[in-house]
């Protein structure tokens, strides 16, 4: 494995009793902390979508990529996967807070590398060179008026015939059921992140990537939504074990998304943003709410 890594992106600092990348604090780019708990997160966050994803690790039909990118790794396992099952491949990942949690034996055809997709990534990063380039779940660190340059500049990385693949949370929870209401705490939740969040990003956005990507020049656009259960109350037992996982996984996030924008952007207190989430677990577990995160 290869490491190309500045010092100034190790950097935490310590807010609200959660650690948080100073650089992305500083510039307000990634405002999620990157601790543990927030690694173990996105650590299940994995398990759990590649579960989902039938163990796929993209669906693009490519025999055999042989120059991959990874845009905001996150904790490294989807690149790590894929430099593991494409041992002749090279594989480049990339995320504003490089992770050092990465295991010592890492193939030598990985390289992780820092860097802000809120940048330019021509021409750091060579035009007409990858065969498959993924993005997933990067939009609470991505600024609104970004989006249409970020996926040009990945079409122009691309190879002739070449693929992307992005994902995208879209973070209003829904409920299957139709009995969430305003006065649940799921909903103020998050009616507040979309409203502290939409300033400058777009939490939506992945209700129009598929727009995006046709804008960007990109052809034979597919578009797939998935309705991840919050909580193991679908018939289909597949879903049914995605909604158990996902019940925790999506408590944690509800703290690890809220306590910068609601305490800095809302000025709410910790103990505030606490009490929120707290009840907004407790709703989360009730299966008569047929909760679900449109990814």
């Not at 709410?268 to 707290?278: D, F, G, I, N």
């Given at each position: 494995m290869a490491e190309t890594v500045s010092g100034e992106f190790y950097e935490l600092v310590e807010l609200h009793d959660r650690e948080f990348q100073k650089f992305s604090l500083?510039?307000?780019?990634?405002?999620?902390?990157?601790?543990?708990?927030?690694?173990?997160?996105?650590?299940?966050?994995?398990?759990?979508?590649?579960?989902?994803?039938?163990?796929?690790?993209?669906?693009?039909?490519?025999?055999?990529?042989?120059?991959?990118?990874?845009?905001?790794?996150g904790r490294g396992n989807w690149a790590l996967e894929m430099a593991q099952t494409y041992p002749d491949s090279e594989i480049t990942a990339v995320d504003v807070y490089p992770t050092n949690e990465l295991p010592d034996d890492q193939p030598d055809n990985l390289e992780i590398e820092a860097w802000d997709l809120n940048q330019p990534l021509t021409p750091t990063y060579k035009p007409n060179e990858y065969d498959l380039i993924h993005s997933r779940l990067v939009a609470p660190g991505i600024k609104r008026d970004r989006w249409r340059g970020y996926i040009r500049d990945i079409v122009r990385l691309?190879?002739?015939?070449?693929?992307?693949?992005?994902?995208?949370?879209?973070?209003?929870?829904?409920?299957?059921?139709?009995?969430?209401?305003?006065?649940?705490?799921?909903?103020?939740?998050?009616?507040?992140?979309?409203?502290?969040?939409?300033?400058?990003?777009?939490?939506?956005?992945?209700?129009?990537?598929?727009?995006?990507?046709?804008?960007?020049?990109?052809?034979?656009?597919?578009?797939?939504?998935?309705?991840?259960?919050?909580?193991?109350?679908?018939?289909?037992?597949?879903?049914?074990?995605?909604?158990?996982?996902n019940l925790e996984n999506i408590g944690t996030m509800l703290d690890s998304l809220a306590i910068w924008p609601?305490?800095?952007?809302?000025?709410?207190?910790?103990?505030?943003?606490?009490?929120?989430?707290?009840?907004?677990?407790?709703?989360?577990?009730?299966?008569?709410l047929k909760l679900y995160i449109p990814l």
């Open positions: 500083d510039n307000e780019i990634y405002c999620v902390p990157v601790d543990t708990e927030e690694e173990e997160r996105l650590e299940n966050q994995h398990q759990i979508l590649r579960y989902l994803f039938d163990s796929r690790l993209y669906f693009p039909p490519i025999q055999y990529p042989t120059k991959v990118l990874d845009c905001g790794y691309l190879k002739r015939g070449g693929w992307v693949q992005m994902a995208e949370f879209y973070y209003i929870i829904q409920s299957d059921s139709g009995m969430l209401t305003d006065e649940h705490a799921l909903m103020q939740w998050s009616n507040g992140y979309r409203y502290t969040m939409e300033r400058d990003r777009d939490p939506r956005v992945g209700r129009h990537l598929g727009q995006l990507m046709r804008s960007a020049g990109l052809v034979d656009v597919q578009e797939v939504t998935y309705r991840m259960p919050i909580g193991g109350w679908s018939p289909d037992p597949k879903l049914q074990w995605v909604g158990e996982q609601f305490t800095q952007r809302m000025g709410w207190s910790k103990e505030q943003v606490a009490a929120l989430t707290q009840r907004a677990r407790a709703e989360a577990a009730d299966l008569r």
